[in-house]
Nanobody
């Protein structure tokens, strides 16, 4: 199973927390940059947070200070800890496993997504 598999979505109240998990095949995980994207209702998909194979992280401005991305190469898993959730965080969250070499994309696998709804 090369395709990433997300879990952990659901309903949260504003100000609450959720933790998303994504697992991918061990044959690719340690070499992959792992990225979380989201697609809010009626909007385009956007990058949320990413972590390189070396462990460097980056975040969208809208989630900085609230979300934390991490990875555990021993479990072939990447996590997205989401705190202080807002209604505008409501979206389908997708996990992406990607490896590039310069301009060349070696592989680019997407999960099927997990729904996160933030509502009171």
């Amino acid at each position: 199973q090369v395709q990433p598999v997300e879990s952990g979505g659901g309903l949260a109240q504003p100000g609450g927390s959720l933790r998303l998990s994504c697992t991918a095949s061990g044959s690719i995980f340690s070499s992959s940059d792992m990225i979380w994207y989201r697609q809010p209702p009626g909007k385009q998909r956007e990058l949320v947070a990413g972590i390189t194979s070396a462990g460097s992280t980056n975040y969208a401005d809208s989630v900085k200070g609230r979300f934390t991305i991490s990875r555990d190469n021993t479990k072939n898993a990447v996590y997205l800890q989401m705190n202080s959730l807002k209604p505008e965080d409501t979206a389908v969250y997708y996990c992406n496993a990607k490896r590039t070499m310069g301009w060349m994309v070696i592989y680019d696998y997407w999960g099927q997504g997990t729904q996160v709804t933030v509502s009171s």
